[in-house]
């Protein structure tokens, strides 16, 4: 009986410790799969990060290449605006040669004329003073012809031009003279040397005036000092026609640089007067008020064009006719340079707008081609600022206010 409850008690606590195994085991198992849920969870998670991460990367290489692919069209938009930009300036300096070519032509022909009209006289009269002074030689006595020396050495032609009632005084003046002292044909021989600058008897022409061959005398002074006057007449034309190709030359060059090079102000601006100088005497006054000041440092041939435009506007402004006031002044580190016209002045109305894109006010034809917006930008190329003060029925004053930069 006894063995029977043993065995019968064994056989429960057998069972019990087989369901606690059992029951270990499959909460081994759910904790195993709690376990396998949560690692499953976490490498998805961990893949869903990835994922994410590599769509931001790739997202973020995509942005990097369309901001590449945009810059690159942007660069390349650049170089074409630059490149049509300084086409526009240098077709508009054609344009302007164009329109100012017959001006041009005569500017150039006008000092040519002088230089031939001179040459040609002086080639006539050449040999006539050798044979005058051969004669010279042989005829007069030691005291004449030291007296005749110190009147051409003495004479100092004069340079002025006499106006008409001037000349009438001074030719009325030397007759009465020669006919005190007694010389023949007076009034010729007044207007030779008038003709030649002597506009006064000195005391070494007196001193020969009674000489039988006076007339002569004064055919030989009016023949080397004419021919002084055609010398320096030939000179001037040169120096004239010079400055005419200097300031030709000047405009139309176009440098492919982008280094900026050192400017005189005053030179890049008389080169833009040189070049319209025959428009300008037609009826503009130009009044130049240059101060010394340092040079800049900047793009000449676009500086040429800023210029160029300010100055027709203004005599456009003034219709051709009226006071041109071109200022040069050193302010502190700043080289100012301003154009004053006597014109009409800017309406008020439109003043907001004069250096807008394409804005104008002038027909077609006229102007310079460049509108101020463009000038504009030349000037901000140089960091400097461009500015204007205009009264209605008084004129208007543009103002280019360049920093000196040193290179």
């Known amino acids: 009986m006894a063995l029977a409850y043993s065995y019968s008690n064994l056989a429960y606590i057998a069972n019990e410790a087989w369901q606690k195994e059992r029951n270990a085991i499959i909460l081994s198992g759910v904790q195993h799969k709690v376990d396998m849920e949560k690692h499953r969870a976490v490498i998805q998670k ?47 300096k054609m344009a302007v040669l164009g329109q100012l070519s017959a001006s041009i032509a005569h500017e150039v022909n006008t000092p040519l004329g002088a230089i031939k009209s001179s040459s040609e006289e002086s080639i006539e009269a050449f040999p006539e003073i050798l044979t005058e002074l051969s ?39 030397i007759r009465d003279t020669f006919t005190e002292l007694g010389v023949e044909n007076n009034r010729y021989l007044a207007d030779r040397l008038v003709q030649v600058g002597i506009y006064d008897i000195q005391p070494e022409l007196a001193t020969i005036a009674g000489h039988p061959h006076f007339g002569k005398l004064m055919q030989l002074t009016y023949n080397i000092l004419n021919q002084q006057r055609s010398n320096q007449t030939i000179h001037l034309a040169v120096e004239k026609a010079s400055r005419i190709v200097k300031a030709l030359k000047t405009y139309i060059h176009t440098s492919n640089s982008d280094e900026m090079d050192t400017i ?8 833009v007067l040189t070049i319209y100088h025959n428009r300008l005497k037609q009826g503009i ?6 101060d010394d000041v340092q040079n800049i440092v900047g793009y000449p041939d676009k500086l040429n064009q800023v210029w160029t435009n300010l100055i027709v506007n203004a005599v456009q402004a003034m219709d051709n006719n009226g006071i041109l006031n071109i200022g040069i002044q050193q302010q502190a580190d700043y080289v ?72």
């Open 264 to 271: 005189n102000v005053r030179d890049n601006i008389e080169t």
């Open 135 to 173: 004669w010279l030689m042989h005829t007069l006595n030691k005291e004449d012809k030291k007296a005749f020396m110190e009147f051409l050495v003495t004479s100092n032609p004069a340079g002025q031009t006499l106006s008409t009632k001037e000349e009438r005084e001074i030719k009325k003046k």
């Open 46 to 92: 961990s893949e869903d990060e990835v994922s994410h991460q590599k769509f931001l990367l790739y997202s973020v290489a995509i942005g990097l290449l369309i901001v590449l692919i945009a810059l690159g069209m942007f660069l390349s938009q650049q170089g074409k605006l630059k490149n049509t930009y300084t086409k526009l300036i240098q077709s508009e």
């Open 336 to 407: 100012v340079v301003s154009i004053k016209d006597s014109g009409k002045g800017i309406p008020i109305a439109i003043q907001s707008k004069i250096f807008d894109p394409f804005f104008t006010t002038k027909s077609k034809g006229e102007g310079s081609g460049l509108g101020l917006d463009i000038i504009k930008r030349i000037v901000e190329e140089h960091n400097a600022t461009i500015s204007f003060q205009s009264i209605e029925g008084e004129g208007t004053t543009f103002y280019v206010k360049i920093p000196v930069n040193k290179m």
């Open 285 to 290: 006054q130009v009044v130049k008020n240059y």
